[in-house]
């Protein structure tokens, strides 16, 4: 082998063979680069935030209301939607009092299609819309009613749907003298892989991934852009009910991924959105975790392409570790309570 590389660069100026195989070493690597560099799609973009009117679903609380503060404080026209008028209504408060800016709010359910398309008509054209409204009720599938399945199933898929249907044709509008666009969902480390006692939460939120690919092949000519979202454990009232009930294990496996704030969460979040990112990690683990489930997802970035080609085969292994010990949680925990 190393025969055969020093024969290949033995040009007169590379006499030397460690010049030539170190030449060689770098070559590779760039030459990757620069093709990666050609080809990756969609390509770059920024989608600016001032001065544009940012339409934010479950923003009355949580990371919700964190990305309207930040929004609004960026400077953008913010309109935010969820079920309760009086949480908007405090939410509305809270913002004005820290940024002094009035944010537009709306009272509906993002399972009612009617009344979700006449919020929207309502706000005018969205520029940046962001499905962020979530439900999670965690439990084994056997002890989990169906009603609460269908409850996620509903919320977190079915309500995006219902929400981007609405949004897109007024999106579409006047794109060129507008400026590109973004369609971004909240998805959880928990749609990029499945947990205990999350199946019906896992299913919605992986459900949002396929979406948000087959979308964002339809939407690109439209100049409209899309990013996913996958938030670990957030400090939010959301979490805090969800504790209440939360399976010992489902708590166990969730740690794997260290907690973050909401603010945290609401500023990676938009600046994911701003670079245009389909793939929107959060914290570190987040970072493997979407490295390791890639896929066929488009990636703009042809230096994190470049990390994905070269890093993708440990972490796999490093993710076959995470695995066996959850295994080993479950079975020392099954061992616990059922003998
Ligand atoms: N907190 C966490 O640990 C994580 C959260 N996520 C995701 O982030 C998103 C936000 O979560 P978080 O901030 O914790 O949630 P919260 O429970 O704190 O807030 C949820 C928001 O969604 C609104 N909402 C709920 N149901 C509906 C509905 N049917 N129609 C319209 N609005 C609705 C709520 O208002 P109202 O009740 O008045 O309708 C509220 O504004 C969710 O999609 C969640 O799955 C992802 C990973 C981790
Ligand atoms: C290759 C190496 C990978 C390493 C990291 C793996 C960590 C996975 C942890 C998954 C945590 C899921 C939390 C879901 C939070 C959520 O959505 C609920 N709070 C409900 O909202």
């Known amino acids: 082998m190393l025969w055969s590389l020093e024969y290949l660069f033995e040009a007169p100026s590379m006499a030397d063979p460690n010049l030539a195989y170190l030449s060689f070493l770098l070559l590779v690597p760039l030459s990757i680069l620069f093709f990666l560099y050609l080809i990756v799609r969609p390509r770059p973009v920024r989608i600016p935030i001032k001065n544009r009117h940012v339409f934010i679903t479950g923003g009355s609380s949580g990371i919700g209301l964190a990305l309207a503060h930040q929004a609004a404080s960026e400077g953008a026209r913010v309109s935010i939607l ?15 009092l820290a940024t002094g800016i009035d944010v537009a709010v709306f009272a509906a359910d993002v399972r009612d299609y009617d009344a979700v398309t006449k919020a929207v008509e309502e706000a005018g054209p969205i520029d940046v819309l962001i499905v962020n409204q979530g439900v999670f009720v965690p ?39 507008r400026g590109p666009a973004s369609i971004a969902l909240m998805s959880s480390q928990a749609g990029q892989v499945g947990i205990y006692g999350y199946t019906a939460y896992s299913a919605s939120k992986f459900g949002l991934r396929g979406l948000a690919e087959a979308l964002q092949q339809e939407v690109i000519a439209d100049d409209i852009h899309v990013s996913l979202i996958f938030p670990p454990d957030t400090d939010t009232p959301g979490l805090v009910e969800e504790n209440k ?7 166990i496996i969730a740690a794997s991924s260290g907690a973050m704030k909401a603010d945290e969460v609401a500023m990676k979040a938009l600046s994911g959105i701003k670079s245009g990112s389909f793939i929107v990690p959060c914290n570190f683990d987040g970072l493997l975790l979407s490295i390791a489930t890639a896929g ?7 230096l994190m392409a470049f990390v994905e080609v070269v890093a993708i085969g440990i972490i796999r292994f490093v993710a076959l570790c995470y695995q066996w010990n959850w295994y080993r949680s479950i079975e020392k925990w099954t061992r616990k309570n059922r003998t």
Do not use: H, Y
């Open 139 to 177: 439990q084994e599938l056997e002890r989990q009613g169906l009603d609460e399945v269908k409850f996620m199933v509903d919320v977190n898929l079915i309500g995006a749907f219902n929400m981007i249907k609405a949004a897109l044709p007024a999106m579409k509008l006047n794109r060129s003298v």
């Open 245 to 251: 009930r939360r399976p010992q294990l489902t708590a």
């Open 296 to 302: 066929l997802s488009p990636q703009r970035s042809f």
């Open 82 to 96: 969820a079920r309760s008028l009086d949480k908007l209504e405090d939410a509305k408060q809270a913002i004005r």
